[in-house]
């Protein structure tokens, strides 16, 4: 339980609580004006205080300048012994304690100023261990917490949203720390929601792969099983058939020496094939002459002679004899030289042709040589190909290997995930005692209330535990808040017996927003009873103008439950002494 709250500053205002019903009230007084409210007096900083001594981040206000350097102290009773707890908004890393530790699993350590002293982490960590036996360290993920389970205990309105929702006490809480926190606080089976999330985690994990993969961003990691398996074959194929050419290559180490030659070769025998195409024309044009050149007559000559207006006499006849006869030893000289020219193309033609033929089978001999042998830079890129389709075919196995185990996994994961449903149902039909016990507790204080008892159900679905809170007639925002309300204390009633430490409930002037002034009243009336029959705490924030005078009894004397009274008259009427 919480004993006080102090600082170390003389503008602010001590804070000290009982056990039973405490009332921390925000009073408006005649002498304040119209504009006056009872905002900005500390209700809401008192509470943001206890949570910065309680090891929570500073709130709004404690990051204000005006309060650096301020140290708070929280004295509370933890398994029946009394400690102080100071804090300082500047130096928040050291929480100077009090009090006997020597049985704290945890050593502390002392500062230069012989103080001893936790860090923020071990000093969560010794209060989760005395108020809701937390173990110091778990093995697995998504563990319940004591920032996340005094969250419930001491909730948080405005903005921080912890008057929305029972089973939540902050806006957007993640769905496994709801599930995790809560069933702790039941006394249920957390690690089956711990658990939960893993295989949550798992299967947001496949289900991006297969995103990514559709979508082609890892899409050469993935595939098709169909289309994999497919390549595997032919790759496989292709790997055999070079292997066997590997194995049946020959390196010759002329190879290329060879190459060159058989090239050289083939270079010549086009040129000498080019020759005797050109020559044979050659001899065509010259038979073709052959066939053209005749003898001239004299007749012939005569007439042409004539025709051209000449008449020949007999002395020109004779002189005509000659030219005739020089005109045939030209032919016949002409007919001589064609022939022996074509002589000699026919015995060059014949010459290349002979050659073309030997060159020709030389170069077969070396062609015989390159196609039985290899090159060793050819055999070094035949190895090269070789590797890297092996490498291919090992990537493709690996795909094929992880595709496979990507579908399995998916329907592992349904197994995994009905298993785990089976066995937290199991687990819970065998905790009924606990489960009946909140529901009964949360059902007598509803019905204390609306007169109609209210419904806590605790399942079990695919999604992990499902929690849900139903109070016939609730359709308002303060119906809402006292589901709140029955069911923060219905948790403080079911913790009194597991730790030493005496549970507390805190809750802002918020819990009593919208909420009918009779039912208020019940309220009040409701903690009064419980936390006194049953040694709890509990301890609320109020607007003066929220009392429900007029439906408290009698023998309920409200003025004996304040234990603070902040007023709007004075600058200084408020928690820290000061407005901000």
């Not at 204000?64 to 004295?75: A, P, Q, V, Y």
Request: charged residues 30%.
């Amino acid at each position: 339980m919480i004993r006080s709250i102090t600082a170390d500053k003389p503008s602010f205002k001590p804070v000290v609580f009982k056990n039973g019903l405490n009332i921390v009230l925000a009073d408006r007084t005649k002498e304040s004006s119209v504009k006056d409210s009872t905002n900005g007096l500390g209700k809401s900083t008192l509470i943001e205080i206890i949570h910065f001594c309680l090891g929570g981040i500073r709130g709004e206000t404690l990051t204000k300048k005006r309060l650096e350097d301020w140290t708070f102290t929280i004295e509370l009773e933890l398994g029946g012994k009394i400690y102080s707890a100071s804090r300082n908004t500047t130096n928040q890393n050291q929480i100077i304690i009090v009090g006997d530790c020597s049985e704290w699993p945890i050593e502390l350590e002392k500062n230069d100023s012989g103080n001893q002293y936790l860090t923020n982490n071990n000093w969560k960590s010794i209060l989760g261990f005395l108020m809701f036996n937390i173990e110091l360290e778990y093995a697995q993920e998504y563990v319940p917490t004591f920032r996340s389970l005094i969250s419930y205990r001491i909730r948080r309105g405005g903005k921080v949203g912890g008057y929305l929702d029972p089973f939540s006490q902050y806006r957007q809480q993640l769905t496994w720390d709801i599930q995790v926190n809560t069933a702790y606080l039941l006394d249920l089976g957390w690690e089956f929601a711990s658990q939960w999330q893993i295989l949550k985690d798992r299967e947001k994990i496949l289900a991006q792969i297969k995103k990514e993969s559709t979508s082609g961003i890892i899409s050469d990691m993935m595939g098709n099983i169909g289309e994999l398996e497919a390549k595997k074959i032919r790759l496989s194929d292709q790997i055999k058939q070079d292997d066997l050419e590997l194995k049946n290559f020959k390196i010759h180490e002329q190879y290329h020496d060879i190459e060159n030659e058989s090239n050289e070769i083939t270079h010549n025998i086009h040129e000498k094939i080019n020759q005797n195409i050109v020559e044979k024309r050659i001899l065509e044009n010259y038979n073709l002459s052959l066939k053209e050149e005749t003898d001239a007559e004299p007749e012939q000559v005569k007439k042409v002679y004539q025709e051209a207006g000449l008449i020949f006499s007999d002395q020109i006849s004779k002189k005509l004899s000659d030219v005739i006869e020089f005109h045939e030893k030209i032919v016949s000289n002409r007919t001589s030289f064609l022939n022996s020219e074509m002589k000699k193309l026919e015995q060059q033609i014949l010459i290349r042709d002979q050659e073309i033929k030997t060159l020709s089978e030389k170069r077969s001999q070396l062609m015989n040589i390159l196609h039985g042998y290899g090159a060793l830079d050819e055999f070094q890129k035949l190895m090269v190909n070789h590797q890297k389709i092996i490498g291919d075919l090992n990537d493709t196995s690996i795909k094929l290997e992880n595709m496979r185990k990507f579908e399995q996994g998916k329907s592992a994961l349904k197994i995994e995930f009905e298993l785990l449903r089976q066995k937290a149902e199991s687990d819970l039909s065998e905790r009924i005692q606990q489960k009946e016990n909140a529901i009964l507790t949360f059902n007598q204080y509803s019905n204390y209330l609306y007169d109609v008892p209210g419904v806590l159900s605790i399942n079990v679905g695919k999604n992990g535990y499902k929690f849900d809170i139903k109070i016939e007639r609730s359709s308002s925002h303060g119906y809402e808040n006292m589901k709140i309300f029955c069911y923060d204390l219905m948790l403080a009633k079911l913790w009194i017996k597991k730790t030493a430490t005496i549970p507390f409930v805190i809750h802002d002037s918020d819990i009593f927003a919208d909420v009918d002034a009779r039912q208020i009243a019940s309220a009040l009336k409701l903690a009064k009873i419980e936390s006194e029959k049953d040694n709890f705490q509990y301890i609320c924030t109020m607007n003066k103008d929220s009392i429900p005078t007029d439906f408290l009894e009698a023998d309920f004397d409200f003025d004996s439950y304040v234990r603070v009274r902040f007023t709007d008259a004075s600058e200084d009427g408020g928690l820290l002494g000061f407005r901000i």
